[in-house]
């Protein structure tokens, strides 16, 4: 009797001027949805709902017509966000979904059974989905697991897979989730990360030969995201090809991405040319707004086979199968593809892509202030030569070199921080003093180096005395600390 009291007086808010329902219990809900039902009409005020561990399968969207956020979380049966009425053969001939015409705000979390968001969602702008473990594809639907439209379905209209105003996706933990094909043209985050089964953007039409599906009608228009500005995947294990127009993206992060080879990813061969008989076109490869461009803990990407002409930020972590490629101007090609705009290199465990780094002429990269190097014999030889650095040069980071003994740094005039870390060998700076504009000097794990920085006492310490701000080891030796 209490529980039907309480009930009503949620039921009497949303009768009254409520513009936000919370519910966590399944009795609640159900009261309420009979009678809203029993009313005839729909709910005219409600704009945020809010709903935990319900046991419902279906979310009535078509009863809140106002509805502006909708959260939804811990629901383990949720099937759908439409009505039992909008599931079934009925679909294939359907000429218009349920949905809501003012949703602005959509989250779905560990919903285990939900499988479709197929519904109208014109003004929705912002959507996340978190552990929805049966959840295939976006739209959701329509779809058999060969990734082609349903059979029979000549009526299948994509109109209603648009979603025209969505700004924020992020799918994570999605672990059957293999497909993205709808039509984003206002999309400019797209963060997917743990979604095991996804090999592609945009995910579908193309077979394992990299052409579309036999028979299929696909169209690249809806596969294009052309507001896109920041990308990330992570941990996608087998996500191998990121093919598709990117005109206005500027951040792009990949990591632990497996079986991706190369960037763009698709209609390459081994020779990194086009497949035989594909048609092929060189401006999807390329990013002509990318920034920055971080790529971690993918360990057979070969190749970057893309220009990247705005490039100011590059991030290269344990890509170990990495080699130069044309895009960085790693390589002899026209001095056309190199990106001038470049202002900071950071190359960890990529042993091939190091291997070369003589032969980079950095002083091609006129805009370069930083630069971080570690973990490659190969680069202890050019950090010797003054001639390997780009001047002016303002930060400098070098890292896990064991056969590193000396460093020399005259000529660095516009030098502002130094790092030195991980270099057990490294027995001196250089005989010269260090650059007069240097504001800080980190030191840590040169225990040969850190002897001879010691303050006062330490042989070296005569070269950085003049410095501000210097970590040796634990310590912190700023201006204010020192001894007078």
Request: charged fraction near 20%; aromatic fraction near 10%; glycine fraction near 6%.
């Amino acid at each position: 009797m209490l529980a039907n009291d309480f009930h009503k007086l949620q039921l009497e808010k949303l009768s009254s001027d409520s513009r936000s329902l919370t519910v966590d219990s399944f009795h609640a809900f159900d009261f309420i949805h009979q009678e809203i039902e029993n009313w005839g009409y729909a709910c005219t005020t409600l704009q945020k709902i809010d709903i935990t561990r319900c046991p419902l399968e279906f979310f009535p969207l078509n009863l809140f017509p106002q509805l502006k956020q909708l959260e939804i979380s811990r629901c383990r049966k949720l099937k759908s966000l439409s009505g039992p009425e909008d599931i079934g053969d009925s679909m294939s001939t359907r000429s218009s979904y349920s949905g809501c015409p003012t949703l602005e705000t959509l989250a779905l979390s560990h919903c285990s059974e939900f499988e479709s968001l197929f519904c109208s969602l014109p003004s929705l702008e912002n959507l996340k989905i978190v552990a929805c473990g049966k959840l295939q594809s976006l739209p959701g639907m329509d779809f058999s697991a060969s990734l082609e439209p349903l059979a029979g379905n000549s009526n299948w209209n994509s109109e209603v897979c648009k979603y025209p105003k969505l700004k924020i996706l992020s799918l994570e933990h999605c672990s059957n989730f293999e497909s993205l094909f709808c039509s984003l043209p206002s999309l400019v985050n797209l963060k997917v990360v743990a979604c095991e089964k996804l090999q592609s953007l945009p995910g579908i039409g193309f077979s394992t030969s990299s052409e579309p599906l036999a028979g299929s009608n696909w169209n690249s228009k809806v596969c294009e995201y052309p507001n896109l500005k920041l990308l990330s995947l992570e941990h996608c294990s087998n996500f191998e090809s990121l093919f598709c127009s990117l005109p206005s993206l500027v951040n792009l992060k990949v990591v632990a991405c497996g079986k991706l080879q190369s960037l763009p990813g698709m209609g390459f061969s081994t020779s990194l040319e086009p497949l035989a008989g594909s048609s092929w076109n060189s401006e999807i490869c390329e990013y002509p707004n990318l920034k920055l461009l971080s790529l971690e803990h993918c360990s057979n990407l070969k190749t970057v086979h893309c220009l990247l002409p705005s490039l100011e930020h590059l991030e290269l972590y344990n890509c170990g199968h990495l080699e130069p490629f044309l895009g960085m101007g790693f390589s002899s090609s026209s001095g056309s593809s190199w990106p001038s705009k470049l202002k900071s290199i950071v190359i960890r465990g990529c042993r091939k892509l190091l291997a070369g780094c003589d032969k980079w002429g950095m002083g091609r990269f006129p805009s370069l202030s930083t630069l971080s190097l570690d973990y490659s014999d190969e680069v202890e030889s050019p950090l010797k030569q003054r001639a390997f650095f780009p001047t002016p040069f303002t930060f400098l980071s070098i890292r896990d070199l064991p056969n590193l003994k000396s460093l020399e740094l005259q000529g660095f005039t516009f030098l502002y921080g130094l790092e030195l870390e991980d270099c057990p060998e490294l027995q001196s700076l250089s005989e010269v003093s260090l650059p007069s504009d240097l504001f800080s000097l980190y030191i840590r794990s040169c225990p040969l180096l850190e002897q001879r920085c010691q303050q006062d006492t330490g042989e070296d310490w005569p070269k950085i005395s003049n410095v501000p701000n210097i970590v040796i080891g634990y310590h912190d030796f700023n201006v204010k600390s020192r001894k007078v």
